[in-house]
């Protein structure tokens, strides 16, 4: 009989890895034809109305991938071969990446969007940038989508890490939202599995948290009902260069803390 149960599980889960990648695959082709076609009108656009509007539609459709990009990662999460792939990337790029992909649904809720980032911040360490960039959506979806006034701040700071060669980043995103009960908050935290069955806010929180523990980093929260939401993400990675020679759009507002 538990043979037969672990047969069954084994085939359920196969099944549904197999649904997952069906449906993420038929998804991601017309998105990129979406997508396409939206950059070739990005090209011949010219006035600053229809570049504006196409703007959001790159946005979403950057939204939308990593959206998908839950699902896979639910998925392989659940079935332990998610692997974590690090290599050189920029902390404040990846950073703006995620902040721009949501600028446009911040503006249309009337919410402040910013970045905050300190000098001490170094221009390249090794990281997944894919998975820290998972993260960060996550968390800042669910920000923007939970808070209707006031809006939402996402920092990074470097702090020195115990190993040498090292720097310990620390990306905090603090709404001014609903907030969440202890209650609600410690269930999300202690959810040892993500499934399908559980809310949008909990499972981008259980998927954070299992990455970041993935990355060898940590997810916290601080959040009171009717006080907004604190999250932190901190993560020891090794400084592969100091100086950062990404510039900053003049669409994304970057307010440096002075030492």
Known sequence: AVLRERQAAAAAAAAKSTTIQR???????PMA???GAAEHLRRAAT??????????????????????????????????????????ASPRQ???????AFRAAAQDKGLELFIDVTPETPGLVEM???????????L?????????????????DAQPARESGQTQLVFTVADTGAGMSRAHLALAFKRERATAETDVKGL????SLRLARLMGGQLTAQSELGEGSTFTFALNAPVMAQND???VQPSQPLIEKRA
């Open 140 to 156: 800042l979806a669910n920000a923007v989508r939970y808070t209707t006034h006031g809006g939402v701040r996402i920092s990074l």
């Open 245 to 247: 020679d990404v510039e």
């Open 23 to 29: 449906m993420n695959d038929e998804l991601r082709t």
């Open 204 to 207: 981008g929180l259980a998927i």
């Open 94 to 100: 990846v950073l703006r990446s995620v902040v721009s």
């Open 33 to 35: 034809a979406l997508v």
């Open 47 to 88: 006035s600053p109305q229809a570049r504006a509007h196409i703007a959001t539609l790159l946005q979403a459709s950057e939204v939308l991938k990593l959206a998908l990009s839950d699902l896979t990662e639910l998925d392989h999460l659940e079935n332990g071969t998610l692997r974590i792939a690090p290599k050189p």
């Open 128 to 138: 997944d940038a894919a998975r820290v960039r998972q993260v960060l959506f996550n």
